[in-house]
């Protein structure tokens, strides 16, 4: 299921900026994309959103909204300390104001954090972003798969509707075959000076009658709209997913089934129908786990 989450936060002078973007797939792949800066801390990150999210392909970026990250000053407190034995008698001898600001300047006085020092104190704010992200992502996703629910039962609703049509057209079908058959034997044989013969009116009809039979397909039909309703409100936290996708599948083996059998043109256009919304639950069922 496709998602979206993204945190910030200001630290030191420089805020990191966390955008996750998770699109429909089976498993979990994660791609990691990080500035220059902060290149090494892939593995932890990947390691946060493979704990949090459990399928899809994730794409974190980190960013760096101030712009570089900033390196940290350091004193050196020994080179001061080396720098004002020898400054303080010129400066008395002199007579010279010395200011700590002047030595700041001097080689040696400030320095700066290696790279890699400044990437780990780094890395547990922009973890907690990912974490963040993360939650932000699952939200939406949880909203989506609400909407996503809504939507299949409505499908299942208008299926059941269909079927209901076919279930009580069925019989019909049967009473308007046998109401063409006699009229097209009685057209044909009153040329000839004969009338229908019972028996075999009703042995036509019979045999009509069992190949057009559709209550065994109707019957496994609305168990699975059943099963697939059932597992949508089960509220398990198991994966459903797969099932939910053969339930599908055997819906629309029965629906062809159907269209097979009944060949009925107010059955064949429900068929058309019922087929339409099967497909659009298979395409859904893939964002499902």
Known sequence: ?????????????CRYVVEIRAVNGRYLKCHVRL??????????????????????????????GGGAMAPSAVINSEAVEHYLEQLRP????????LQFSDLLDLPGVVTTEDEELRRN??????????????????????REGEALHEELKGILDEIRSDLEVIRERAPIVVDLYEARLRQRMETLLSTVGSTVGTDDLVREVAVF???????????????HLDHFHELLDSGSQEPVGRTLDFLAQEMLRETNTIG????????????????GAIDRIKEQVQNIR
């Open 1 to 13: 299921m496709t998602g979206f989450g993204t945190a910030s936060e200001l630290v030191d002078g």
């Open 121 to 142: 104190k780094a890395a547990p704010s922009i973890q907690n972003l990912v974490k963040s992200a993360c939650a932000d992502l699952d939200g939406m996703r949880r």
């Open 209 to 223: 009658a069992e190949r057009s039979d559709i209550a065994e397909e109707i019957s496994r039909l609305g168990g």
């Open 260 to 275: 097979s059998k009944c060949l009925d043109g107010d059955v064949s256009r429900r068929i058309v129908v019922i087929k």
């Open 35 to 64: 500035p220059e800066e902060l290149q090494g801390i892939e593995t932890s990150l990947e390691e946060i959103a493979s704990r949090l999210l459990d399928r899809g392909t994730v794409t974190i970026t980190v960013r760096l």
């Open 90 to 97: 010129l400066a008395e001898d002199k007579g010279l104001n």
